[in-house]
C-alpha cells in the first residue's frame, strides 16, 4: 500500500480493481503475487476501518450562557 | 340661526366615532386582490387591496406582519381580516388589517412555495453542490429532540444493527418558535468540531405546523453551508421539508436516515468478504495452472532426471497445494470468526511464503524467469531457487 493516506473509499476501490485484474488472469506469477499481497494488506486495512470505530451515546449540554458545553454520555432512562 | 361650525378636526373625530361605532366596519373580513404593496423600513405594510369595481387602502403593521409565513406580493389574492376607520391627518379612510391568509391554499402551503422557489433560485437545491455521504462514518452528529420519537427510532435501529458507530446528540426543540433557530445552531456547532462524519436532523411525524421548524429559511441555510454531510429525516415517507431538499440525502423518516448510514457498514462487510473469496480463488487459480504447466513440462523426457528432482519438487507442490485447500476449508469453515482472524490466516496462506514449503522457481543464466520450455535450450545451465539457495543445473538433450 502506498505510504499516503488512503481512506476506506479509495481502499475499497483499489481492492475491486485489483481483484479484477486477478480474475483477468494475464498477468505474470510474479505479479500475480504482488497484487495479492497488496490486496491482503487492502482487506485487512478496510476490515480494521469496519470493526475499529467506538460505540458510545453521547449528548452535549448546554452552560450556563446557554452555549454548547461539555458532551457526557445520554442516559436512555431520560 | 345658531350656525354650528366645525373645526375639521372636530368633523373628523366626529366622522371616526361613526366608524368606531360600526359593527360592521370594526370587525371585517375582506377578500381581494394586492397591489401597489410596499413594505416600509418601519415594518408596517402599505398595499390596496382591491376587486375589479374598487379599491380600499390597507396598513399592516409591524406587530401584525412579523409573524406571517408567507410572502405578501401584487397579485396575490387574499382573504383578510381587520377593521375599518379613518386616518385624519389625510382624511382618507383606510382598513387596518391584522390577519391575512391567501386565498385558495393555506397560508403554510403558499410560504412554503414561496421559501422552495426562491432557495431553488438561489442554488440551494443544486445537484452539485450536494456532498457524498461517507460510507462508514464513525460518529454521527445528531439535532432532534432529546425526548423525541427520533431518537428512539434512531437508537434502536444503531442497537439492532450491531453498527460500530458513536452518536453525538444535539437537543433541540424541534417544533414551535425556538426551534428552527436551535437546529440552525446545533448545525454550526456540530461544524465547529473535527470528529463528526455526517449529521442527521431528524423529527417524528407531525402536522405541517410541527414540522415547520424546517421549513425555515434559517435552517435551510446552516443545512447548504455545512462541510458536514447531511441526512434529514423528518416526519413520515409523504413528508416533505425545505431541509429535505437542500440536505444531501432526504431519509423518508428518521429510522430510514439512521438505516442509510447503518447498512452501509452491512453490506460493506459482506462486499469486502467476496472480494476476499476471489482475491483467494484468483491466486488458488493461477498458482494451480502454473503449476499444471510446470507437470506438462516435467513429463518431457528431457526432464526426466536421474536424481528424481522434479519429480520431488512435483511431489511438493501437491503437498503445498493440498496444504492451501485444507487451510482454505478451514477458513471457510470458521465464518463465525471475525475478519481480522481471517485476515491473518490468509496472510500466513501467502505465496511469499510457500518457499517454507518447497516451492521452487527457475532462472536461466542470465537471471530471467523461466516461463516456458521455450526458455532453455538443451545443455543451458539453469539455476532454481529454494528455501535455502539456489540449485545450479545443466539440462540435458531430448
Redesign the interface.
Known sequence: MSKEKIN??DA?SK??K??EK??D?E????D??ME??E??KL??Y????????????????KNNNNE?GE?IT?N?E? | MNKKIYSIKEITNYIKNKFNTDKVLNNLWLTGEISNFYHHNSGHMYFTLKDKDAKVKTIMFNSNNRNLKFKLEDGLKVIAHGYINIYPPKGDYQFYLDNIEPEGKGALFLAFEQLKKKLKNEGLFDNDTKKSIPLIPGKIGLVTSPTGAALRDIISVIKRRFANVSLLIVPSHVQGKEAAGEISAGIDYLNKRNDIDVIIIARGGGSIEELWPFNEEIVAKSVYKSRIPIISGVGHETDFTIADYVADLRAPTPSAAAEMVVANRVELKKHLNNLFSSLISSIKHKIKSDKNKLKSLAEKRAFKDKDGLFANNLQRIDDLSRRLNWSMEKIRNNKNEKYQILSNKLDSLSPLKTFNRGFSYTLNNNGETVKSIKDISPGDIILTKLKDGTLKSKVLKD
Open positions: 476506506f473509499e475499497i481492492l475491486e485489483i481483484v486477478l480474475e488472469g498477468l505474470s506469477l510474479d500475480s503475487i495479492f499481497t490486496g491482503v482487506v485487512k478496510c476490515n480494521g476501518e469496519l470493526i475499529k470505530a467506538e460505540k458510545k451515546i453521547e449528548k452535549v449540554v454548547f458532551t445520554f436512555e431520560e
